[in-house]
Nanobody, 127 residues
Framework: QVQLVESGGGLVQAGGSLRVSCAAS????????MGWFRQALEKEREFVAG????????DYADSVKGRFTISRDNAKNTVYLQMNSLKPEDTAVYTCTARYAPYSESVYIDPRQYTNWGQGTQITVSS
């Protein structure tokens, strides 16, 4: 059974940094593209960042480019999202997601392209 478990969320002041992690189990992690999405209160879920199975390709939402960095460690079955220069509008539940994509360096931005989702972790940025 595939499990994605996020950790590292919390409360941070505007301008601060936070790193969230997503530990995967029950799958051959190196054959999966990974992504991060977020959903703020009363807003639709939106793509944040994605990474190909080998980390060769990444993509970001325009709103986080230059501030967030997605990375992965296939030896640890973990994907990370480093968030710098956080803003109050970054406040949301952040969820990691996985899609089977072996040997493809595609990055997926449509949530319908992903098959597995974590429970999410709350990040609150205070002004």
């Amino acid at each position: 059974q595939v499990q994605l478990v996020e950790s590292g969320g919390g409360l941070v002041q505007a301008g601060g940094s936070l790193r969230v992690s997503c530990a995967a189990s029950g799958l051959t992690f190196s054959r999966y593209a990974m992504g991060w999405f977020r959903q703020a209160l009363e807003k639709e879920r939106e793509f944040v960042a994605g990474i190909s199975w080998n980390g060769a390709r990444t993509d970001y939402a325009d709103s986080v480019k230059g501030r967030f960095t997605i990375s992965r460690d296939n030896a640890k079955n973990t994907v990370y999202l480093q968030m710098n220069s956080l803003k109050p509008e970054d406040t949301a539940v952040y969820t990691c997601t996985a899609r089977y994509a072996p040997y493809s360096e595609s990055v997926y931005i449509d949530p319908r392209q992903y098959t597995n989702w974590g429970q999410g972790t709350q990040i609150t940025v205070s002004s």
